[in-house]
């Protein structure tokens, strides 16, 4: 696959969820992902709205340890979408995958689903590092069923790692194409985003979007 800097850009949910990020941060994430080309910036739900005319903006419920009561990522993804989110990267309870329940996964989800309605693009982050790989499968097929468009490698402050090309590959053989993939957590280079690219993802989530984008020619 021929990747330009234009067509990376694209792909790139430019990120910021660092605890520490102020509103003035948010506006700089804003007009940096407008120079840049990006298709998103994705923030913290305590800092919508975000005016980002021309962004798409998303938000995250249940993050970053997905170890919030399913009503309470709901609702916290309900409030989202009615300040302007457009696209929701929910964390599931990764002790449920641990422990093999798919099925309290799969509720957990669709609260979430069920909550913000049909229209919203909901991501799945499943912590990929932190699985093994039949939790892997079986958590992306519960996200397929239940209505979830993305499902989403990782939050990016697991102690387990971020995106590997290896679980990249895995939830895109398992997806099939029926939903997109998200590569997030740890993608700092060039080379490092066109594997996950190769690998099958069709979103890569970045807070170092520049660096990434420098290592391509306009």
Same mark, same amino acid.
């Given at each position: 696959?021929?990747?330009?800097? +234009?067509?990376?850009?694209?792909? =790139?949910?430019?990120?910021?969820? $660092?605890?520490?990020?102020?509103?003035?941060?948010?506006?700089? *994430?804003?007009?940096?992902? *407008?120079?840049?080309?990006? #298709?998103?910036?994705?923030?913290? %739900?305590?800092?919508?709205?975000?005016?980002?005319?021309?962004?798409?903006?998303?938000?995250?419920?249940?993050?970053?340890?997905?170890?919030?009561?399913?009503?309470?990522?709901?609702?916290?993804? &309900? #409030?989202?979408? /009615?300040?302007?989110?457009?696209?929701?990267?929910?964390?599931?309870?990764?002790?449920?995958?641990? !422990?093999?329940?798919?099925? !309290?996964? #799969?509720?957990?989800?669709?609260?979430?689903?069920?909550? =913000?309605? %049909?229209? %919203?693009?909901? $991501?799945?982050?499943?912590?990929?590092?932190? *699985?093994?790989?039949?939790?892997?499968?079986?958590?992306?097929? !519960?996200?397929?069923?239940?209505? +979830?468009?993305?499902?989403?490698?990782?939050?990016?402050?697991?102690?387990? @790692?971020?995106?590997?090309?290896?679980?990249?590959?895995?939830?895109?053989?398992?997806?099939? @194409? &029926?939903?997109?993939?998200?590569?997030? @957590? @740890? =993608? &700092?280079?060039? /080379?490092?985003?066109?594997?996950? =690219? /190769?690998?099958?993802?069709? &979103?890569?989530?970045?807070?170092?979007?520049?660096?990434?984008?420098?290592?391509?020619?306009?």
């Amino acid at each position: 696959m021929s990747v330009t800097r +234009a067509s990376l850009a694209r792909m =790139i949910d430019h990120t910021l969820l $660092k605890p520490e990020a102020t509103p003035d941060d948010v506006a700089a *994430l804003v007009t940096e992902g *407008l120079e840049l080309g990006v #298709l998103a910036v994705c923030v913290s %739900p305590s800092m919508l709205p975000v005016r980002a005319e021309g962004l798409v903006v998303a938000a995250v419920a249940g993050f970053p340890s997905g170890k919030h009561h399913s009503l309470v990522k709901g609702s916290e993804a &309900r #409030l989202a979408v /009615d300040q302007g989110a457009t696209e929701i990267d929910m964390v599931i309870d990764v002790g449920a995958a641990v !422990a093999g329940d798919y099925n !309290a996964v #799969l509720s957990d989800i669709l609260t979430v689903r069920e909550a =913000i309605g %049909p229209t %919203p693009v909901l $991501k799945v982050i499943i912590e990929s590092a932190a *699985l093994s790989d039949e939790a892997i499968v079986e958590t992306c097929r !519960a996200a397929e069923r239940a209505g +979830a468009n993305f499902v989403k490698t990782s939050t990016g402050f697991h102690p387990a @790692g971020g995106a590997s090309v290896e679980a990249v590959r895995l939830m895109a053989e398992t997806v099939g @194409g &029926r939903l997109g993939v998200k590569a997030s @957590g @740890g =993608i &700092r280079t060039t /080379d490092a985003a066109l594997a996950m =690219i /190769d690998a099958g993802a069709t &979103r890569l989530g970045l807070s170092g979007t520049r660096a990434v984008l420098d290592g391509l020619q306009a």
